[in-house]
């Protein structure tokens, strides 16, 4: 499926996820308007537009019966599962696939930014202080919706604390980190959240000396002895725009970042002091879902987008 010129859309939700998301969405698209299960929105205006009743969006389906779409604001699978069911049952509407509008803005925004390519400015104060304000919402995540019991990522938070092996129950890496590390290798998990998904077992039965840094280790301390008092992994504190001043040069084998540089102050930065504690010949490996502060309406730390191009290109 392609986008084409002639298409219209209604965006399911009208709150914070779909606030963020706007500024990409409007840019591009021909959005009628947004619809909300909440009927005390209906005939209210957000982001300009107007929140349409259900009759509404029923007689808009029926009136571009080919060329309307539904784009699903909220970011969390679950919520998507359900509002897709919604959609297609009650307004027999057809829904925007998330990875082809996705893959649609980021070509539309590497088009536009091709002869900037190489550079990079950074409101270092600005984002400092604005990536502060934000952390009080990083930390009620971890607890409402990954320590909390029967939480929505709860089972994957217990099973990362029991896991001791360092392939991660959700394997992502390559064998190359597996014949890279030998007993007693440094391996870092820098933004590892409140628990680190790997252990410190090799799969011969040697050990590496497995280090977990977070911005928010304190806190996630204190979330783990609540929720978790059996929980035997630590997290050190660590800023990653001063990698370089909390560890030595030269200091790691391997370097693991997941999904942790849209939420940082200066993504570049980060990843330069991490190169400075890497060993001579080391493995600095990132690992992210493309354009994560897109997805997330640039809520809470998600600020940043990774990115590549056609060309392979590393794009922030």
Sequence with gaps: MRIQGNEKYIVFGAGKSAFGMDKYFSQYYDILGYYDSN???????FCDKEIFSKSQVIELCRKYPEHLFFIVSPVHENVVTEITEII????????????????????RKHKENAQHIGEYHVDFARQSAQWTQELVSEVRYWVNRVAKEHSTYHEEYLANIRNLDVKPAKGYHGEKIF????????LMDIGCG?????GSRLPDGSGVNLIA?????????????SYAPENNKTVMFGMFEFMAVFFQKNFADVILIENALDHCVDPLKSVIECMQILKPGGILRLYHHRAEALWEGCLGLHKWNMDYNDNKDFII
Excluded at 194 to 198: D, G, L, N
Excluded at 214 to 225: G, T
């Design 213 to 225: 840094v977070d911005s928010l280790a304190h806190a996630y301390r204190r979330i783990n002895d």
């Design 39 to 45: 009927e005390s929105l209906w005939g209210k205006t």
């Design 194 to 198: 409140a628990v680190s998904r790997y």
């Design 179 to 186: 014949n890279y590390l030998k007993e007693g290798s440094v």
């Design 88 to 107: 297609k049952t009650e307004f027999e509407g057809k829904i925007i696939d998330r990875d082809v509008l996705q893959n649609d803005l980021m070509n």
